[in-house]
T-cell receptor
Framework: KAGVTQTPRYLIKTRGQQVTLSCSPI?????VSWYQQTPGQGLQFLFE???????NKGNFPGRFSGRQFSNSRSEMNVSTLELGDSALYLC?????????????FGQGTRLTVV | DQQVKQNSPSLSVQEGRISILNCDYT??????FLWYKKYPAEGPTFLIS?????DKNEDGRFTVFLNKSAKHLSLHIVPSQPGDSAVYFC????????????FGGGTRLMVKP
C-alpha cells in the first residue's frame, strides 16, 4: 500500500509570492491534515479536511488555506509569503472512523522563502 | 500555552540499556496519545499509541505507560539500539477529533554503541 505522498519535496520562493503544496493520502484514508514544523515552534497543526470540508483549523493567519478534492487528495496554499513561512510542511492521513486515530505522515515539503 | 510538553530536549543512552522518554499534558480532554519517531527532513513515523482507557500498551521493544491522574505518559525502549537514535514526539488527540494532533516539542534520543 502506497504511503502518503507530498509534492514537491523542496521549494524556494520569494517573499510576497504564493505557493501550493500537494498531498495524496493513503488509499482509503479520507481525513487529511497539514502541519508546519519550524525550529522555534515545533510541529503545529494547520488544518484538517474530511470529505472535502475543513473540519478543524489551527491558529494560523488567513494566508494559509487548503482544500480537499473528491478523491481525498489535498492542497494547501500560502499567499503573500513571508520569511517566517520557511518550514517543513507535513501532510498526514488517517482512517478517521476506525478504532484508532493514528495519522500517517508524508515526507514533507521543505519550503524556503528568500 | 503548551498543552503537551516534553521537558527533556535530549537523552543519551548506551546501547542495550533502557531509554525512557517522558511527556506531560494539561488538557483533560485528551484521550488518545501517540508516539512518533522522526529523522531530519522526513515525516514522523508512527510508533505506538495508547487510549485513555488503558495504562499500558506494548509493541515489541516499545512500551507506552499512561498515568491519567498525573497527566503523564512515558515511552520505554528496551533494549535501545543505535538505529533508535532520532527525535521522538509525543502527540495527543481528543478522541475521534480527527487528524488533529497536538505535539510536544520532541526529545532527541542518542543511543551510543
Amino acid at each position: 500500500k502506497a504511503g502518503v505522498t507530498q509534492t514537491p519535496r523542496y521549494l524556494i520562493k520569494t517573499r510576497g509570492q504564493q505557493v501550493t503544496l500537494s498531498c495524496s493520502p493513503i488509499s482509503g484514508h479520507r481525513s487529511v491534515s497539514w502541519y508546519q514544523q519550524t525550529p522555534g515552534q515545533g510541529l503545529q497543526f494547520l488544518f484538517e479536511y474530511f470529505s472535502e470540508t475543513q473540519r478543524n483549523k489551527g491558529n494560523f493567519p488567513g494566508r494559509f488555506s487548503g482544500r480537499q478534492f473528491s478523491n481525498s487528495r489535498s492542497e494547501m496554499n500560502v499567499s503573500t509569503l513571508e520569511l517566517g513561512d520557511s518550514a517543513l510542511y507535513l501532510c498526514a492521513s488517517s482512517q478517521i472512523y476506525s478504532s484508532s486515530t493514528e495519522a500517517f505522515f508524508g515526507q514533507g515539503t521543505r519550503l524556503t522563502v528568500v | 500555552d503548551q498543552q503537551v510538553k516534553q521537558n527533556s530536549p535530549s537523552l543519551s543512552v548506551q546501547e542495550g540499556r533502557i531509554s525512557i522518554l517522558n511527556c506531560d499534558y494539561t488538557n483533560s480532554m485528551f484521550d488518545y496519545f501517540l508516539w512518533y519517531k522522526k529523522y531530519p527532513a522526513e515525516g514522523p513515523t508512527f510508533l505506538i499509541s495508547i487510549s485513555s482507557i488503558k495504562d499500558k500498551n506494548e509493541d515489541g521493544r516499545f512500551t507506552v505507560f499512561l498515568n491519567k491522574s498525573a497527566k503523564h505518559l512515558s515511552l520505554h525502549i528496551v533494549p535501545s539500539q543505535p538505529g533508535d537514535s532520532a527525535v521522538y514526539f509525543c502527540a495527543a488527540s481528543e478522541g475521534l477529533a480527527g487528524n488533529m494532533l497536538t505535539f510536544g516539542g520532541g526529545t532527541r534520543l542518542m543511543v551510543k554503541p
